[in-house]
């Protein structure tokens, strides 16, 4: 959980350095929302998640099926969540691309 604060924090900043530049501020603003809505869903859900898994040694009336169906259900969300960041990052990447002198 310590990389997204810093990604974050980078985002931002490279917006802020950028916002003049037309051609990269859509997709500097695009993965800074993208960031920031995995990072909601990481403290909405992932975490709380694992902190009831952390306690599972005390939560001896979770059957065991019970938590076959919430590590499935943690993998894919875990997999829409890493597919979001891989979707930030391209973005940025795309960012990188692109300068004032082009068009389109």
């Known amino acids: 959980m310590r990389v997204h604060p810093v990604t974050i924090v980078a985002v931002l900043a490279a917006l ?3 916002l003049k530049e037309r051609t990269r501020r859509p997709f ?7 960031y920031v809505l995995v990072l909601v869903a990481t403290a909405v859900y992932f975490v709380p ?3 009831a898994f952390a306690k599972s040694a ?3 009336h979770v ?7 919430r590590g499935q259900r943690w993998q894919q969300w875990s997999r829409l969540r890493g597919s979001c960041m891989l ?11 692109k300068n004032e002198k082009q068009t389109g």
């Open 16 to 18: 802020l350095l950028h």
């Open 28 to 34: 500097l603003i695009a993965a800074f929302v993208i």
């Open 49 to 51: 998640e694992l902190l």
């Open 58 to 60: 005390d939560n001896s």
């Open 63 to 69: 059957s065991a099926d019970e938590w076959l169906q």
């Open 87 to 97: 979707a930030g990052f391209i973005i940025l990447l795309l960012a990188l691309l």
